[in-house]
């Protein structure tokens, strides 16, 4: 029975992100030793507050992200820095090819899912941000 007020999420999340930060400036460690598992593929949390998530993502080889359709769209928009590696964004139903070196722009309400079909894993740095983020 639990209803959590519209600023919950916000409240709750920059609480759970500054749990494991104990210093200031805050100094993070990413990579693929310190990632968890989130919509079907590796995630290192950089920083959350109230309208900003940023992570650093890996989606390895045979991941499907948000294979889900629950999980295919988000209120706010995302951009994604590809900095290592390639696969596919889906959007919207259509494949287009991402790439190291590119940035890739989701418009919120888009339905968007990545795919890895190489041998190799495609990473980068995620920012989701506005109203809800």
């Not at 650093?56 to 209120?75: C, I």
């Not at 959007?91 to 190489?118: C, I, K, T």
């Amino acid at each position: 029975g639990f209803q959590p007020g519209e600023d919950f999420m916000g409240e709750m999340m920059q609480s759970l992100c500054l749990f494991w930060y104990a210093s200031s400036p805050e100094i993070t460690t990413f990579g693929a030793a310190h990632t968890r598992q989130s919509n079907g593929t590796n995630v290192a949390v950089l920083y959350y507050q109230p309208g900003l998530r940023s992570g650093w993502f890996s989606v390895n080889p045979g991941d499907h992200v948000n294979e889900n359709p629950d999980s295919q769209t988000n209120p706010f928009p995302t951009l994604m820095v590809i900095t290592r590696g390639s696969g596919i964004a889906r959007l919207d139903g259509e494949d287009h090819v991402l790439s190291e070196g590119q940035s890739l722009y989701v418009p919120a309400g888009m339905r968007h899912e990545f795919l890895n079909h190489s041998d190799a894993p495609m990473e980068g740095i995620l920012l989701m941000f506005g109203d809800g983020a």
